[in-house]
């Protein structure tokens, strides 16, 4: 029973900063490539950025040089740090886990910029 719980979203100013956490309870967690996926009322879901379970990240280009994605495999949690935030990052966060077939998705948490 795998389970994925968030929590650092909020209300932000533009330029402002976040940071959201995301704790596994599964005993494989080092082996699972971590990710954080968001979602805007009538836009798709999108990747926003992702970590394998060697440390190699990826981003969306829109979040690039203001996202970070992190691990610390001895607390199983993955971090995202989201500085000069913009309107257009608001949205619903999603916490996810991926091994080959296995795929787990925490509740969502709020992300809301605005002035």
């Known amino acids: 029973q795998a389970q994925l719980v968030e929590s650092g979203g909020g209300l932000v100013q533009p330029g402002g900063s976040l940071r959201l956490s995301c704790a596994a309870s599964?005993?494989?967690?080092?082996?699972?490539?971590m990710g954080w996926y968001r979602q805007a009322p009538g836009k798709q879901r999108e990747l926003v950025a992702a970590?394998?379970?060697?440390?190699?990240?990826n981003y969306a280009d829109s979040v690039k040089g203001r996202f970070t994605i992190s691990r610390d495999n001895a607390k199983n949690t993955v971090y995202l740090q989201m500085n000069s935030l913009k309107p257009e990052d608001t949205a619903v966060y999603y916490c996810?886990?991926?091994?080959?077939?296995?795929?787990?998705w925490g509740q969502g948490t709020q992300v809301t910029v605005s002035s």
């Open positions: 996810h886990a991926s091994l080959q077939w296995r795929q787990y």
């Open positions: 970590i394998t379970s060697g440390g190699s990240t």
């Open positions: 599964g005993s494989i967690f080092r082996l699972y490539t």
